[in-house]
């Protein structure tokens, strides 16, 4: 260590002393609750804030906050159990008991109603709509009209796209299966059985299955086409929308995607990277699975395999996510892909599943097998406070003195001397 | 995780219950940022209870014990609240926030610069900048090194202090002030030879440079 890297490590440990003295985290804790809590402005009236030229600190602070709020004054809408029950926060999972309905209330008028047998949760609340993922069961849909808004519902690979209606949409999990009633508006469905978003109008009917890769569209109370209810021979999963009889609705029409072969492996990670670079990280989880994750785990390069794994992260599938991963490990362990694939699984196995021992497991792995890799320093961490939550403390100790040893000033080094202490 | 018992009236006058569970914010930076964007009760809560010590970090690093650092952690966190939009992958948040942190203590470095050459023009005393570190029992080391980044230039002295006093790596250096990793180590070794030459005139800082250092 250089007299220069000595110095600074003299004034941090000084500095570190008097940071612990004073607590600015309490004052900013206090500073950012008023400053979130502060009237919301309407959205429909935006007020001008005039900056005063030569201002003192305190006005500045005041200004930057107003300016702050007046680019972002959008507003989440609000959701409530029924129109005036308790507030319901994202994240949560509605579960009607009882045998009757739960209505979900938006603070824009738009209502959603999660039927007995059905299972749901609010994923997103945005200042124009909301996301909402039916686990199973049905939900009836009536979303408010409004100029610009952004709804979603989402059910397994399928998502809904929602600007003003109402629908009926029903999803099973066990036979991965989607019925959309539309008595009102337009709705575009994207996912599993469809290359491009598939529009559907009002006073239609979808329905569409993963198992078997179809689809079909015909007038609400038609009865099915008995080629609809026939099992099909086994064969590629296709996204071809069967012949109906007459006078079935659009099947045929301009908008109806055309029958495909199943692409090969290479031209499914080639539409999934487009996607993925056009940030529509959904669709490019749902056109990777749609391709087939098990061909893909098989026959993708390790960069395609990569690829894989980071689009099922951003779409929040840690379920594909794992698979990519294990499937670098398993086929290219020796590269550096395969290393860092045991430093992600680590992540995924902390983070998601919060398994502290698996995570400590993989974290382990990492440094075995790249001591100096480009993670080494994250994974010592990483795999500490791994053994600390698995409740292994002598285990974290012991890796606490060796992370102060190598990485003193490191991020976890906080926590390190916390273990020590 | 919560779980709330709610009952309450239908239309048809029948009392129901439903339950709903709410789940705590997930302890990725992923989870956190979702919960940000969607308004979440509590989000910017957690957004200070898992990184204000970082974002306070780096700014007394660059910085020293400065008497503004409570109105920049707040300008720092206004900032990043309102700018979520901007953040690409939220895996990268602590990064985000090191390098706003970065960029506004560098602000506030240039701007008390320029208020001092205004002040000299209306030939006013220039203010002591050894009176920023403003506790009494700081050691003359830490005084002198934060008078010598006072008279650095700006861009080096974020640099220098990232990277000897917070022992940042040089890849995350590189990403805090937004330069390529070639572009940092340039400008980390210039830093470098302007600390020691300005350190000379330091007594307190002798005993700290290589006799090598000094006698360049």
Request: glycine share 6%.
């Given at each position: 260590m250089s007299a220069?890297?000595?110095?600074?490590?003299?004034?941090?440990?000084?500095?570190?002393?008097?940071?612990?003295?004073?607590?600015?985290?309490?004052?900013?804790?206090?500073?950012?609750?008023?400053?979130?809590?502060?009237?919301?402005?309407?959205?429909?009236?935006?007020?001008?804030?005039?900056?005063?030229g030569v201002a003192i600190a305190a006005t500045c602070v005041v200004v930057t906050l107003a300016v702050s709020r007046q680019r972002s004054a959008k507003v989440p809408l609000r959701a409530t159990a029924g129109s005036h029950g308790p507030e319901i926060a994202v994240g949560t999972y509605l579960e009607p008991s009882g045998g009757v309905p739960l209505e979900v209330a938006f603070s824009d008028g738009t209502r959603f109603l999660v039927q007995s047998d059905a299972r749901a949760r609010l994923v997103a609340l945005q200042s124009d709509g909301a996301h909402l993922a039916l686990e199973s069961g049905e939900v009836e849909i009536a979303v408010t009209r409004r100029p610009h808004s952004a709804w979603q519902v989402s059910a397994g690979p399928f998502a809904v796209h929602v600007t003003g209606t109402r629908f009926r949409l029903r999803w099973d999990p066990e036979d991965q299966r989607l019925q959309v009633d539309l008595s009102e508006g337009r709705v575009k469905i994207s996912g599993c059985v469809f290359d491009t978003e598939q529009p559907l109008g009002e006073g239609q009917r979808l329905l569409a299955s993963c198992q078997t890769g179809r689809f079909i569209v015909l007038p609400l109370g038609e009865e099915l086409p008995k080629a609809w209810s026939r099992r099909p021979a086994p064969a590629p999963r296709a996204a071809a929308a069967i012949a109906a009889d007459p006078p079935v609705m659009p099947i045929a029409t301009p908008d109806a995607p055309k029958s495909a072969t199943l692409p090969t492996h290479h031209q499914a990670l080639g539409e999934v990277r487009r996607l993925a670079d056009a940030g529509r990280y959904p669709q490019a989880r749902a056109r990777a699975r749609a391709a087939g994750v098990g061909?893909?785990?098989?026959?993708?390069?390790?960069?395609?395999?990569?690829?894989?794994?980071?689009?099922?992260?951003?779409?929040?599938?840690?379920?594909?996510?794992?698979?990519?991963?294990?499937?670098?490990?398993?086929?290219?362990?020796?590269?550096?892909?395969?290393?860092l694939a045991a430093f992600a699984l680590g992540r995924l196995a902390f983070d998601q599943h919060l398994d502290f021992a698996e995570a400590g497991r993989w974290f382990q792995i990492y440094l075995r097998e790249a001591p100096r890799g480009a993670l080494a320093r994250e994974a010592r961490g990483r795999r500490m406070e791994a053994q600390m939550r698995a409740g292994q403390r002598a285990a974290a100790k012991a890796l606490a003195r060796e992370y102060l040893r190598r990485h003193p000033a490191g991020p976890h080094a906080t926590l390190a001397r916390s273990l020590l202490h | 995780m919560r779980t709330t018992l709610v009952t309450s009236r239908q239309t048809t006058g029948k009392q129901v219950s439903y339950r709903i569970l709410e789940l705590p914010i997930g302890p990725s930076a992923r989870s956190l940022v979702e919960a940000l964007r969607s308004g979440r009760e509590g989000a910017s809560t957690a957004l200070v209870d898992r990184y204000a010590k970082d974002v306070e970090r780096v700014l007394y690093r660059i910085l020293g014990p400065d008497p503004e650092i409570d109105d920049l952690l707040h300008d720092v966190y206004v900032y990043a609240l309102s700018s979520l939009h901007a953040l690409r992958k939220p895996e990268a948040l602590r990064g985000w926030l090191v390098a706003i942190a970065a960029r506004h203590a560098l602000k506030c470095i240039r701007g008390r610069k320029r208020s001092r050459i205004v002040r000299l023009f209306r030939s006013e005393a220039p203010p002591d900048p050894e009176a920023s570190v403003v506790s009494p029992e700081v050691s003359e080391a830490l005084r002198s090194t934060y008078a010598v980044l006072n008279d650095m230039r700006p861009s080096e002295r974020v640099v220098f202090a990232l990277r000897y006093i917070d022992r940042m790596e040089l890849t995350a250096v590189a990403d805090a002030v937004g330069v390529s990793l070639a572009t940092v180590k340039r400008r980390i070794k210039r830093a470098r030879e302007s600390f020691v030459a300005l350190a000379r005139n330091r007594p307190a800082l002798a005993e700290w440079l290589d006799a090598g250092d000094l006698a360049k």
């Open positions: 220069l890297d000595e110095l600074g490590k003299q004034v941090a440990r000084e500095q570190d002393a008097l940071r612990e003295r004073r607590s600015h985290q309490e004052i900013l804790r206090a500073r950012v609750a008023w400053t979130r809590q502060r009237p919301a402005r309407n959205p429909a009236k935006p007020r001008v804030l005039i900056a005063v061909l893909l785990c098989k026959r993708a390069d390790a960069e395609g395999l990569q690829m894989l794994a980071e689009v099922a992260r951003y779409a929040g599938d840690p379920s594909l996510e794992a698979r990519a991963l294990r499937a670098l490990r398993r086929r290219f362990r020796v590269s550096g892909a395969g290393r | -």
